[in-house]
């Protein structure tokens, strides 16, 4: 049975339709990528699944559950983590306690346990601290532990935010461009790290340009284009989909020679 | 937190006369607030301008409860605080779910409302005149005199500054300070904004009615000048001046722009003026307030 079930999605800003009447079918277990030109609607669908747009009409239906119209909290709740293209790393605090924040699910507590410190609160924030120095190792990030996190460099941050979205121990995680602004080294470190959270069953929803990464590491890859789904399959079937290789480069009359786009 | 508590320890050999202690007690009260505040506008990012709203609601709540109703002090207090608390939940429920000022305009109204209904109210509240307030009695035995008050007064304090403290480092002020830091980051980490900023107000509204409760007792006195939106905005700026997002700025904002005025009583007509200028002043030499700023320089130093 599909994780994530989206039917009919639909979404407009003005008269910009972003996405329109999407259907994806989102597996349990497995890496998806979500391909397609700038402006495709992209991030506006990771926003939605994520509950920070509110979509105009259709359903979102995680774990037996309809999540479309809920509050953005609702959505983490259901098990739904994220990260960002451009970074909402909380740059006040420092990389533990970004991650700790990320566990805020998993360590419930009433104000009156906050206001006076109580004994069972002290045992689970140190619980908290240790899962979250555990998720900063998977990450490779030990030694940023206590450093404040607008003292990080960018390539750490990019990591950080993901081992906050795993604070929350979701079933889904969404990465948006995980892999952009960062060199081939670093890049291939998120790759591994992909197929680490893969192998730990965690699905993976990624929006990403590097192709590379997107063909070593998907199971699925869906293809955006003009806020529809143009085609979806494995890698390498998508690879070899003419409409994608013309979204991509422009119909073969029109732009690249035809030796070129099939070779 | 222990230098704090030392400097109540040791004040009280500084304080040579009744006067002195007064002004202390001031400074407690209007610190014990200013925490409060201080974690609503540095930590959950919201103002309120009708703090001396609930202030006086606390003042004339455990008055009224105790001389028209005859519950005993002790008890009317606590209940005032209550009662408080519930009125910012009834406010900040619907307004604080809206992104922007919305919780600014609601407190602003709600202290006007406060003001003008302790002034025309008169048979419950004795109106513009003001109501005798009757004493704290503990244990049969009736609490008078400043240096008790000093005690009492900077013990709330005290305890009001432990609990914000605990507050800021557990999971719920991790929550807030997420929100500071990126909402958006906040709530797809499946933290409730509008719960943590209502949590957060309803604790601002009971420390403030607190003081006011203890105002009221210690003076035997109070007027509606207690609830006017001049005092929502000097508490206001005691917490900006002091330091946004830090527990002993709020304290030593209250403390320098409590004593402030009564150094200047020749200014007196021009305190409101000497306010703004501190504020404008504030904004422009150190925006963190001065607690981070001084914080910042002595790190600075040190290297």
């Known amino acids: 049975m599909s994780l994530l079930a989206v039917s009919d999605l639909s979404k407009a800003f003005g008269g910009v339709r972003a996405i329109a009447e999407l259907n994806l079918q989102v597996r349990r277990g497995a890496v998806h990528s979500i391909i397609g030109p700038n402006g495709a609607g992209k991030t506006s669908l990771l926003n939605m ?33 994220r990260t960002f293209q451009n970074l909402q790393v909380f740059f006040n605090m420092t990389a533990l306690e970004n991650v700790m924040t990320g566990r805020h699910l998993r360590e419930r507590c009433s104000l009156p346990a906050a206001l006076l410190r109580t004994p069972k609160l002290v045992r689970a924030e140190a619980e908290c601290r240790e899962a979250a120095r555990r998720l900063l190792h998977l990450v490779g990030l030990s030694a940023y532990e206590d450093t404040a996190a607008d003292a990080m460099p960018y390539g750490a941050l990019k990591r950080l935010e993901i081992a906050r979205a795993l604070g929350a121990e979701p079933q889904l995680l969404l990465l948006d461009e995980p892999a952009a602004g960062l ?40 293809v955006l284009d003009h806020g529809r789904k143009l085609a979806e399959g494995t890698p390498d079937e998508v690879g070899r989909d003419p409409r994608v290789i013309e979204a991509y480069l422009g119909a073969p009359d029109t732009a690249a020679p035809s030796g070129a786009v099939h070779a | 937190m222990l230098v704090l508590a030392t400097v109540v320890a040791l004040l009280p050999l500084v304080l040579t006369n009744n006067y002195f202690y007064e002004v202390a007690i001031l400074v407690a009260l209007n610190a014990t607030v200013c925490v409060g505040l201080n974690l609503l506008i540095g930590y959950a990012g919201q103002i309120s301008l009708g703090h001396a709203g609930f202030f006086a609601l606390g003042g004339y709540g455990s008055a009224i409860l105790a001389a028209r109703y005859g519950v005993p002090v002790w ?25 922007g000022h919305t919780l600014a305009m609601a407190t602003l109204g709600l202290g006007i409302i406060v003001a003008i209904v302790i002034t025309t109210e008169d ?23 400043e240096r008790i008050w000093y005690w009492i007064v900077t013990g709330h304090l005290l305890v009001a500054v432990w609990l914000a403290l605990n507050l800021i480092e557990s999971p719920t002020g991790r929550a807030l300070r ?12 499946g933290i409730d904004s ?43 700026i005691m917490v900006v001046f002091g330091g946004m997002a830090s527990t002993f700025g709020a304290v030593v904002g209250a403390a320098l722009l409590t004593t402030l005025p009564q150094l200047l009583t020749v200014l007196k007509d021009y305190e409101m003026m000497v306010f703004g200028a501190v504020l404008i002043a504030t904004m422009v030499f150190f925006p963190q307030g001065i607690v981070p700023a001084l914080g910042r320089w002595w790190a600075r130093r040190r290297q």
């Open chain 1, 49 to 81: 699944l994520s509950g920070v747009y509110r979509p105009d009409a259709g359903s979102i239906r995680f774990d037996g559950h309809e999540l479309a119209g809920q509050p953005t909290h609702r959505f983490a709740a259901a098990g739904i983590g």
């Open chain 1, 183 to 222: 060199n081939a080294t670093e890049a291939r470190e998120i790759d591994a790290l992909i197929k680490r959270l893969a192998a730990q069953g965690v699905t993976v929803i990624l929006v990403e340009h590097n192709m590379r990464l997107v063909m070593e590491v998907s199971d699925h890859v869906f």
């Open chain 2, 75 to 99: 008890l009317a207090m606590p209940l005032a605080c209550v009662v408080v608390a519930l009125i910012a939940f009834v406010i900040g429920r619907p307004t604080l779910r809206l992104k």
């Open chain 2, 123 to 145: 048979r419950i509240t004795g109106g513009p005149d003001g109501m005798a307030v009757p004493p704290l009695v503990l244990f049969g035995w009736t609490v008078m005199g």
């Open chain 2, 178 to 189: 997420a929100l500071h830091g990126s909402e958006v980051a906040a709530e797809t980490s």
């Open chain 2, 194 to 236: 509008a719960r943590y900023k209502l949590q957060v107000f309803m604790l601002s509204a009971f420390f403030a009615a607190l003081a006011g409760a203890l105002t009221a007792h210690y003076a035997g006195f109070i007027t509606p000048a207690k609830a006017s939106f001049m005092h929502s905005v000097e508490l206001v």
